[in-house]
Nanobody, 118 residues
Framework: EVQLQASGGGLVEPGGSLRLSCKASGFPFTSYEMSWARQTPDKGPEWVSAIGSDGTTTNYANFVKGRFAISRDNVKNSLTLQMNSLKPEDTGVYYC???????????RGQGTLVTVSS
């Protein structure tokens, strides 16, 4: 059974930083591209970032480019999203996922709530 458990969310002021983590299990982690997505109150579900199976290729949505950084540890089967310069519009539930939305192997785990507010 695919399990993806995100953690690290919380309340942060605009301009602040958070580091999200995801622990994956139940599938061969090193074989899959991994991604982060979010569900925001204003825009609904959005893809945020992806990283290739070996960690050498990363992609970002334009609205987080330059502010967020995705990484993975293929020894610990974990995924990380470093979020800097956070904005109120980044508020939402963040999910880690296997693959990208639209792929046959896409699976999304439980999310973690990020609230950016003063």
């Amino acid at each position: 059974e695919v399990q993806l458990q995100a953690s690290g969310g919380g309340l942060v002021e605009p301009g602040g930083s958070l580091r999200l983590s995801c622990k994956a299990s139940g599938f061969p982690f090193t074989s899959y591209e991994m991604s982060w997505a979010r569900q925001t109150p204003d825009k609904g579900p959005e893809w945020v970032s992806a990283i290739g199976s070996d960690g050498t290729t990363t992609n970002y949505a334009n609205f987080v480019k330059g502010r967020f950084a995705i990484s993975r540890d293929n020894v610990k089967n974990s995924l990380t999203l470093q979020m800097n310069s956070l904005k109120p519009e980044d508020t939402g539930v963040y999910y880690c996922a296997r693959g990208r939305p639209g792929t046959s192997y896409y699976r999304r785990g439980q999310g973690t709530l990020v609230t950016v507010s003063s």
